[in-house]
């Protein structure tokens, strides 16, 4: 079967360049299930600038994360009711039992002079497992680009463009939940919290859309949506 689609978000101007909080919900903890985080983005000029302004292995920023110990206070909502927006500064958040494990977390850093990286994080409060996969390559040039990244049984897997690009084990072996919001578009401090990145990160990084599936994607269905 197709699955159910849990998240569908659509960005349509300068005004989503800015955090977007989906409040806490089990079935975005996923536990032990598959699952599969897809997205579209536009790569630009202002993407080599970012790229250049870091050093190698810096953290750029993060597309999704449900890391962490926070939850935010609603500030509006949007259909469904399940999200929290706004187009400047920072979310109030209040602090929620701490739980270090987390089902995913979604990053960008520079990898060289040319190349970004995404990755995608588990924890379990033990276990650790990351993959990573190319997010920015300046040699293929700028425009759409399209990333894929799931857990699809004891895998964990990162999809560019539709080819395979990196694949290791879930080393993680009990369930990786919390009760964190999750949070989209953002960039973190030194001391954990989370702030909006609509200056640097949202200019080099365009979305166009979210998808959150409760279930992994084949070879030929990635193949097949061109993801």
């Known amino acids: ?9 659509r960005y349509d101007s300068d005004a989503d360049k800015s955090r977007i909080t989906v409040e806490n919900r089990s079935y975005l903890n996923f536990n032990d299930d598959d699952f599969c985080i897809s997205f579209q983005y536009i790569a630009s000029s202002a993407t080599n600038t970012l790229m250049s302004n870091l050093s190698d292995g810096e ?6 994360t449900k890391e962490g110990a926070q939850t935010s206070s609603p500030l509006g909502t949007v259909a469904g009711g399940d999200f929290s927006t706004r187009t400047s500064g920072a979310l109030d958040l209040t602090t929620v039992p701490a739980n270090p494990a987390f089902p995913y977390s979604v990053y960008v850093k520079r990898r060289n002079s040319q190349n970004l990286d995404i990755f995608l994080e588990r924890f379990d409060g033990e276990n650790r497992a990351i993959v990573s996969g190319t997010f920015y390559n300046q040699n293929d040039g700028v425009g759409l680009k399209h990333i894929l990244l799931q857990k699809t049984g004891s895998k964990l897997q990162a999809y560019f463009t539709g080819s395979l690009e990196g694949e290791v084990d879930d080393t993680t072996t009990k369930p990786c939940q919390n009760k964190a919001d999750v949070l989209i578009f953002e960039k973190r401090n030194s001391d954990g919290s989370y702030y909006d990145g609509r200056d640097d990160w949202g200019t080099a990084f365009q979305p166009l859309q979210f998808q959150i599936w409760n279930q992994s994607m084949s070879s030929t269905q990635i193949s097949t949506r061109g993801i």
């Open 1 to 9: 079967g197709q699955g159910s689609l849990f998240t569908s978000l």
């Open 59 to 64: 953290l750029a920023g993060y597309i999704l």
